[in-house]
């Protein structure tokens, strides 16, 4: 069920249930066997215009409840109203989180989704080997790429895209140029929608964790130690250069053995399909300095450890978390141990003395990248600034994570010298 609730008290407003769920909920009073999920994904609001008129959408998937998008029309949030329901053969479990973003068809701007094709442990990648663009105005779907064996960068879609994929507007004219998403066989994809004819768009393979990879696993078997479960993040470096990062592990066995990485990606590549990055063209530097013309990654230091969300890219530093288990046995939400790391964007060394806040005088790959948080397992890493409170001042910036034990640790971390503010503005009329 997906609950609405008042920001200001919060009482609940309504609450809704998907029409493909109306028939399981006789199950939820079965006390015995497995358990049943049902709304199991986080929603997303976007405001979209349709015509001439604006409206609040949100929409969302069900995760391990079933395999369809839902979008609701709460313009008047006293009111709501269904809108549409979303659904593939070749889609899985609806783990990955909309991506909302604007693209030109024709003459015509569409609000759309970006998706991946989900996840399905009960299948291992028989399904969810796809990305599909979505119209939000109606649900209808206006292109996919999927696996398939005859065709160009398709033929190597052999496993499932379960995270948000993250889009992104390279040029600044309002619409989608780029949608970059990884899959759990160490796969980072990236797609070209800048053009205005969907037969024009493109895919590939920008990089390839393992690359003797071929097929996934048998079903019930773990997944490669380089599996991507969480969302890319993006940034332009000062010479306008795109990178992409993004971290290792497989989060549906969190307590699996097994040495991941994370990674820095320059994207540099171009939409032409067979050239595809691999370690080889990244720089290690783990425990020795490095460069490499397309970017560098670090081996996670402790046995099992993985990253199990997305990093956030802030004052030219790379924030991620990690999780570590202390058995492969135990249940218990919040055992095992999270870090924060906080490196340096184009080299991957440590950026933060995490006793003072402050930047390292001097760094390389030898400095400690990461500190111990608490225990459980940690989201992705919020970044909040605190602007000074006198002019002139420095401003003063932390980084708040939760975990599955309940814990809200905040660390320091270096602010930017200045911070940018707003002298005038321009409202672009669409």
Same mark, same amino acid.
Request: hydrophobic residues 40%.
């Given at each position: 069920m997906l609950h609405v609730f008042k920001e200001s008290d919060g009482s609940e407003l309504w609450a809704f249930i998907p029409?493909?769920?109306?028939?399981?909920?006789?199950?939820?009073?079965?006390?015995?066997?497995?358990?049943d999920y049902y709304v199991d994904a986080s929603p997303v609001a976007a405001d979209i215009k349709v015509g001439s008129t604006w409206k609040t959408i949100l929409v969302f998937g069900l995760r391990r409840g079933g395999n369809s998008y839902h979008a609701l029309d709460i313009t008047d949030i006293n009111n709501p109203t269904y809108l549409w329901s979303f659904t593939d053969t070749k889609i899985a479990e609806t783990w990955s989180e909309p991506a909302i973003g604007k693209v030109k068809i024709g003459t015509a701007d569409k609000y759309v989704m970006f998706v991946g094709g989900g996840f399905d442990s009960a299948v291992n990648n028989a399904h969810g080997k796809a990305l599909f663009v979505v119209d939000l105005s109606n649900g209808s779907l206006l292109w996919q $790429?999927?696996?398939?064996?005859? &065709?160009?960068? /398709?033929? @190597?879609?052999?496993?499932?895209?379960?995270?948000?994929?993250?889009?992104?507007?390279?040029?600044?004219?309002?619409?989608?140029?780029?949608?970059?998403?990884g899959d759990v066989g160490g796969q980072l994809w990236k797609f070209d929608v800048a053009a205005t004819a969907t037969t024009s768009w493109t895919g590939k393979r920008l990089f390839v964790a393992v690359p003797t990879q071929a097929n996934p696993p048998a079903a019930g078997e773990f997944y490669p130690a380089q599996a991507f479960f969480g969302a890319p993040s993006l940034a332009l470096a000062p010479?306008?250069?795109?990178?992409?990062?993004?971290?290792?592990?497989?989060? $549906?066995?969190?307590?699996?053995? &097994?040495?991941? /990485?994370? @990674?820095?990606?320059?994207?540099d590549t171009t939409m032409g399909n067979g050239s595809v990055l691999t370690e080889s063209n990244l720089a290690d530097v783990t425990t020795t300095n490095g460069t490499a013309a397309n970017g560098w990654f670090v081996k996670l230091g402790n046995a099992s450890e993985k990253?199990?969300?997305?990093?956030?890219?802030?004052?030219?530093?790379?924030?991620?978390?990690s999780f570590t288990p202390t058995t492969t046995v135990s249940c218990t939400s919040g055992s095992g141990t999270a870090r924060l790391y906080d490196v340096q964007m184009l080299t991957g060394y440590a950026a933060v003395d995490f006793s003072t806040g402050h930047t390292l005088t001097t760094t390389g790959a030898s400095s400690a990248r990461s500190t111990v948080i608490g225990q459980g397992i940690p989201s992705m890493p919020?970044?909040?600034?605190?602007?000074?409170?006198?002019?002139?001042?420095?401003?003063?910036?932390?980084?708040?994570?939760?975990?599955t034990n309940q814990q809200?640790?905040?660390?320091?971390?270096?602010?930017?010298?200045?911070?940018?503010?707003?002298?005038?503005?321009?409202e672009r009329v669409q």
């Open positions: 029409p493909d769920l109306l028939g399981n909920l006789k199950t939820l009073t079965v006390t015995n066997g497995e358990h $790429y999927y696996n398939d064996a005859t &065709a160009d960068d /398709r033929q @190597y879609m052999n496993f499932s895209l379960p995270e948000k994929a993250t889009a992104v507007d390279l040029d600044n004219n309002g619409y989608v140029d780029h949608v970059y998403v010479d306008r250069s795109l990178w992409v990062f993004i971290g290792t592990g497989d989060r $549906y066995h969190p307590n699996s053995s &097994a040495l991941n /990485r994370f @990674y820095g990606i320059k994207d990253v199990l969300a997305a990093p956030n890219v802030f004052n030219s530093q790379v924030i991620f978390t919020i970044i909040v600034i605190t602007p000074p409170g006198t002019p002139g001042a420095a401003a003063a910036s932390s980084v708040i994570v939760s975990t809200l640790p905040n660390n320091a971390i270096p602010a930017p010298a200045f911070l940018k503010q707003v002298r005038s503005w321009l």
